[in-house]
């Protein structure tokens, strides 16, 4: 068996397109899904307990059904309410929705194992409860939770592949039109897992480096 990458590779304003809708996509669902993470582990923790309970239903709700099952829902059947979305903004929604029931647990985690005796310090202090969370519980509870934190933002990326099933024009996509027309199957495939690879590992970099410097550092 012979490769020929050149073949794929002529095909490079495709793969562009796929790659920058792939990092488009992260760059939206990552911090929007771990804020709503974040809205919805201090609900957990602190809401009361009509709110607890909705939380918890989403939470457990996504994390044990399938995120292609969860994008079929939001694409095929919320038309059938009378909401229809575009490809793209599906997509958005349902790694939006992924990410945020996953970290939610995370940084949940992270808040529960806070140290009663900061919280008692902060309120001698008289600092009121969203001065609390936001400037004593949240900032080292992400630093403690960071590395997963991020490790399932590289799993929610790398799961918009599947995107590809209702025609969002993502680097899975892209690769899977350029096997059909040029009939090169594994020359693309070998191609997109490498994009991938490196894409996973540029993000990892990145959200380690910013973490530290602007979300939980000093």
């Known amino acids: 068996m012979s490769l020929d990458f050149l073949v794929v590779l002529g095909q490079w304003p495709m793969l562009l ?6 990092a488009l996509l992260t760059a939206v669902a990552a911090p929007v899904g771990t804020c709503l993470g974040i809205a919805c582990a201090w609900s957990r923790v602190h809401g009361p307990a009509w709110l607890r309970a909705m939380v918890g239903a989403y939470v457990e709700l996504v994390r044990n059904t399938p995120f292609i099952i969860q994008l079929f829902f939001i694409f095929f059947g919320l038309p059938a309410m009378g909401v229809k979305l575009s490809p793209e903004i599906a997509s958005m ?37 969203w001065q609390i969370f936001t400037r004593v519980v949240l900032p080292p509870s992400l630093e403690r939770v960071w590395p997963a934190l991020v490790s399932q933002i590289i799993i929610v990326m790398l799961g ?41 590992v540029l993000v990892r970099q990145v959200l380690h480096w910013a973490g530290p410097r602007f979300i939980f550092g000093p």
Do not use: D, K, W
């Open 17 to 22: 397109r796929g790659l920058a809708l792939t």
């Open 160 to 200: 918009s592949a599947v995107c590809g099933q209702i025609s969002t024009e993502e680097i899975s996509y892209a690769a899977n039109l350029i096997s059909s027309r040029t009939f090169r199957s594994m020359e693309s495939y070998i191609l997109v897992t490498l994009v991938y690879l490196g894409l996973a």
């Open 93 to 129: 929604l349902a790694m939006v929705l992924n990410l945020g029931a996953y970290a939610c647990e995370i940084v949940r985690a992270g808040i529960e194992s806070t140290h009663p005796g900061q919280i008692e310090a902060a309120q001698s202090l008289a600092l009121n409860r």
